[in-house]
């Protein structure tokens, strides 16, 4: 039998405009090494390779950001005024990407690699009005983290009748802890009843403002210690999110994520231009393929 020489391989990046999962085309070409090349036998073999792992291709990500309040007070790194947050949302979108609701993306009914959650904690009292003022105008959805205890009881976040409000308009409602207290293993060794509670309480004072229950978390200060994660687990939510400074993009569709320490990109005064930048410079990736 004649041997054969392979050909290099050949790719052609397939790219789906509609923002859905984008693969790679791979062929090999094969010819009989001893007989003319227009007479030779040709075995043209395809493979269609899912590019998940090539990050200009990404498949079904969701970048979460995490912002806290609207005050515009220029006190604290993590406070925009309303208007510096309605040009983010903008700019955002003038990106090219679209903000998702975060169940959407849990339930695996997002696609594309140009998608965004919000999500804001604390509860504080501007988020009432950001949400009638900015982010319903825009039809963008939002999922709020509220402290199960202070919310009603601290004139700077949320009244109670704030909370219900935003739930009958479709604000998604998680638990934030109970008194925003810290869930990692240096509070546990020191107070651990003090985590427990953490995750334990908000649900029922979160049901009674909602009349739903929680089945989401996320972290006070954005950090837990296994102690913390298994609490919340143990309290029967579904999922739980950190937060950090980093912009990391999540496949809910990967095996080996954590369900339990879901990240989330903190929205800081001083990198929000590092964040447009990086989405900026994604987006220009993936528009080289053709």
């Not at 806290?68 to 510096?84: K, N, R």
């Not at 919310?151 to 109670?160: A, C, E, K, P, S």
């Not at 298994?230 to 939510?237: I, R």
Request: aromatic residues 14%.
């Amino acid at each position: 039998m004649p041997k054969r020489a392979r050909r290099p391989r050949t790719c052609w990046g397939l790219n789906n405009h509609d923002g859905g999962p984008r693969f790679v085309l791979c062929g090999f070409i094969y010819f009989s090494a001893d007989m003319p090349r227009h007479s030779g036998l040709v075995v043209f073999v395809l493979s269609l390779v899912a590019a998940a792992h090539v990050p200009v291709f990404g498949v079904s990500q969701v970048i979460i950001l995490d912002y806290h309040s609207f005050l515009g007070s220029g006190t604290s790194s993590l406070d925009f005024s309303p208007a510096e947050f309605a040009a983010q949302l903008d700019r955002f979108l003038a990106l090219g990407y679209h903000f998702v609701p975060l169940e959407d993306a849990l339930d695996g009914k997002v696609q594309g690699d140009n998608n965004l959650a919000l999500t804001i904690d604390d509860g504080h009292r501007t988020d009432w009005s950001i949400f009638f003022h900015v982010l319903k105008p825009r039809n963008i959805p939002v999922t709020l983290f509220i402290p199960g205890f202070s919310v009603g009881h601290d004139r700077h976040l949320l009244t109670v009748a704030q909370v219900r409000e935003l739930a009958a308009e479709g604000c998604a409602i998680g638990a934030h802890g109970f008194y925003h207290n810290y869930m990692t293993s240096q509070a546990f060794k020191k107070t651990p009843s003090k985590v427990i509670t953490e995750a334990t309480r908000p649900g029922f004072s979160i049901y009674r403002m909602t009349g739903k229950h929680p089945i989401l978390f996320a972290y006070p200060f954005g950090a837990a210690g296994p102690e913390g994660k298994s609490a919340v687990q143990k309290a029967g939510y579904a999922w739980a999110f950190a937060a950090g400074s980093k912009i990391t993009p999540v496949r809910f569709d990967d095996p080996s994520l954590d369900h339990y320490y879901v990240p989330r990109t903190i929205v800081y005064r001083w990198n929000i231009a590092s964040i447009f930048r990086s989405l900026s410079a994604r987006r220009s990736s993936r528009s080289a393929f053709p």
